[in-house]
C-alpha cells in the first residue's frame, strides 16, 4: 500500500528557512514522479515543485530560485527546502507520487504557517 | 504558469448530472492527454478521481467520467449523491511542469 506522510511544518518568521519532508512506503521515491502541492488556507491548490526519476527538477515561477526539491533514496523519503519564506508561503503542503505523470497519491499534508 | 479555469461553483439535485469545466490552453490542456481530476472533501487530501483526460482508477465510482476537446477537459458527475459535494480541482502536465484549475464547489441540492 502506497503512504506518504509529510512532516517538519510548523510557524516560521518571514524571512526564515524550513525543510518538509515527506516519508514514503509501499513504492521506491527514487523511481518516481514525485510533486510538492501547497493550499493556502481557503484557497485552491497550487502546484510547487516536481522531481522526476532521472532526477530533473521544476518548479513554480512562485518558488523558482528560494524552494529547492530532493530526496533521499537510502530514507526513501522526499524533502522540500524553503529559505526566504514570506507570508505567501503560508500554505499545508502536500507530497504526492505520480500517477501516469500527473499527482495521484497524496499525503495528508503538513501546515506552514509564516507570520512574525 | 496561469491555473486553469473552472466555474466557481456548480449544483444539482440528487440523481441529476452535472459537467465541470477545465478550460486552460494549447500549451497545456490542449496539447497533452494528461489530464487529471481531483476531489478534495474540507480538511483532506485530494483524491485522484480521473487520469490521462478520462481513465478512472481502481476504486473509483463509474458515475464519475471524463472528456476532452480542444483546450476544455470536462468532468461529469452522474447520479449525483450526497457524498459527491465537495471541491473539484483539474490538473493538466505542461512542458515538464503541471499546473491546476482554479476549483470548482459542487453542491448537491
Known amino acids: 500500500e502506497v503512504q506518504l506522510v509529510e512532516s517538519g511544518g510548523g510557524l516560521i518568521q518571514p524571512g526564515g528557512s524550513l525543510r518538509l519532508s515527506c516519508a514514503a512506503s509501499g513504492f521506491t521515491v527514487s523511481s518516481s514522479y514525485m510533486s510538492w502541492v501547497r493550499q493556502a488556507p481557503g484557497k485552491g491548490l497550487e502546484w510547487v515543485s516536481v522531481i522526476y526519476s532521472g532526477g530533473s527538477t521544476y518548479y513554480a515561477d512562485s518558488v523558482k530560485g528560494r524552494f529547492a526539491i530532493s530526496r533521499d533514496n537510502s530514507k526513501n523519503t522526499l524533502y522540500l527546502q524553503m529559505n526566504s519564506l514570506r507570508g505567501e508561503d503560508t500554505a499545508v503542503y502536500y507530497c504526492?507520487?505520480?500517477?501516469?505523470?500527473?499527482?495521484?497519491?497524496w499525503g495528508q499534508g503538513t501546515l506552514v504557517t509564516v507570520s512574525s | 504558469q496561469s491555473a486553469l479555469t473552472q466555474p466557481a461553483s456548480v449544483s444539482g439535485s440528487p440523481g441529476q448530472s452535472i459537467t465541470i469545466s477545465c478550460t486552460g490552453t494549447s500549451s497545456d490542456v490542449g496539447g497533452y492527454n494528461y489530464v487529471s481530476w481531483y476531489q478534495q472533501h474540507p480538511g483532506k487530501a485530494p483524491k485522484l478521481m480521473i487520469y490521462?483526460?478520462?481513465n478512472r482508477p481502481s476504486g473509483v465510482s463509474n458515475r464519475f467520467s471524463g472528456s476532452k476537446s480542444g483546450n476544455t477537459a470536462s468532468l461529469t458527475i452522474s447520479g449525483l449523491q450526497a457524498e459527491d459535494e465537495a471541491d473539484y480541482y483539474c490538473s493538466s502536465y505542461t512542458s515538464s511542469t503541471y499546473v491546476f484549475g482554479t476549483g470548482t464547489k459542487v453542491t448537491v441540492l
Open positions: 504526492a507520487r505520480g500517477y501516469n505523470l500527473l499527482p495521484g497519491y
Open positions: 490521462e483526460v478520462s
